[in-house]
């Protein structure tokens, strides 16, 4: 793209989040939002944000694209904050240099050291915690290790999406992080030679796949169980959520992955005393408890209880690895992935 035209995509952006023109985007009393969380989540939020402080909050949602348009807008971007999903995103816009430190108080005050940049750069909002979900008919067990699904005895009887989706490869990183690399790779080639068929479709697809038979263990995110339990518009989702039940991995020991959903400040934030209010109120009790009871997921800031319906599949113990380690290894764990043809399904 050329310098015209990134500038050209630049005062469109501006132009579509602001209603300004012009070389400055600042606007007394307002913040720009990029988001790639959907606005049945985000807008409630935004919502109580405005009528708490008077800050208007525009905000453009998108379901990919946004980094890579804040890094080709530049300093021309309209945008104060990005709410984005999976820790490699939050990590790769620091590494980008798309970030500046979040000011607010909040971030240090209420979110634990593994929950954040060490130099302020993001802030997770919510968790997600990767577990198996196991057919309430066919699977007694009600404690599971990562150890377990490479064993024999579940050949043919594991699913999950494809592995080069970004909740598997965090999960495969997660795991580099914990064993190293050799030791995965034995692992991952076991879960791959256990697999009913080649991985396909997405998380609630492995479960809809439970209760039609076709496998016994799916590895999906626990939110989606009280997405589907709830799913009026869907309402045969119930019967797939209903038929099985979720096994943290590990809970009794080094713990379960978790991937996170969080927020950073842009660099070139023309608001940015209003981006640090935005961030302040999204990790404040109100703002957490929105986030647990309408996604059930888990709040970031952990003095905040989960949903009661996420309660009561068990308690999370979060592994030991931190999300900015686990970051660490996702090229690897993408490698692994491909180098296993993992997509292909079993082999052995």
């Given amino acids: 793209m050329t310098m015209t035209m990134r500038l050209s995509a630049a005062l469109l ?12 985007f600042a606007q007394s009393g307002e913040v720009n939002i990029y988001s790639y969380r959907e606005p049945g989540l985000i807008q409630p939020l935004l919502d109580k944000f405005s009528a708490a402080t008077g800050v208007k909050a525009t905000v453009l949602y998108a379901g ?24 490699g995103n939050l990590v790769g816009a620091k590494t980008q240099g798309l970030t500046q430190p979040i000011t607010a108080a909040a971030l240090t005050e209420r979110l634990s050291p593994e929950f954040r940049d060490a130099e302020g750069h993001w802030a997770a909002l919510s968790l997600r915690a990767r577990v198996f979900y196991v057919s309430k008919d066919r699977v007694d067990a009600t404690a599971l290790t990562y150890e377990d699904i490479a064993k024999p005895e579940w050949k043919g009887r594991l699913c999950t999406r494809p592995g080069d989706h970004a909740y598997n490869i965090g999960l495969v990183a997660n795991r580099i992080a914990a064993w190293g690399e050799d030791k995965t790779r034995t692992w991952l080639a076991a879960v791959r030679d256990n697999m009913s068929a080649p991985p396909a479709g997405n998380d609630r697809a492995q479960v809809k796949a439970i209760l039609e038979g076709s496998c016994d263990l799916a590895i999906a995110n626990t939110y989606y169980m009280g997405l589907m339990l709830n799913n009026d518009a869907e309402p045969e989702q119930k019967q797939w959520a209903a038929s099985a039940r979720i096994v943290y991995p590990d809970a009794e020991g080094e713990g379960t992955q978790v991937n996170a959903a969080g927020a950073f400040i842009a660099k070139y ?50 592994s030991k690895v931190s999300l900015t380690a686990t970051a660490d290894f996702r090229d690897e764990a993408a490698a692994l992935i491909d180098e296993l043809k993992f997509n292909e399904g079993a082999q052995n």
């Fill in 13 to 24: 952006g501006a132009a579509m989040i602001a209603g300004t023109a012009g070389p400055s």
């Fill in 64 to 87: 990919d694209g946004l980094l890579e348009r804040v890094a080709a807008e530049g300093e021309l971007s309209p945008v104060d904050v990005v709410l984005t999903v999976d820790i």
């Fill in 269 to 318: 934030a023309p608001n940015l005393e209003n981006a640090n209010k935005l961030v302040e109120f999204l990790l404040s009790d109100e703002a957490q408890q929105l986030y647990a009871d309408a996604n059930y997921e888990y709040p970031a800031v952990t003095s905040v209880q989960p949903a009661e319906l996420t309660q009561s599949w068990g308690t999370l113990n979060p």
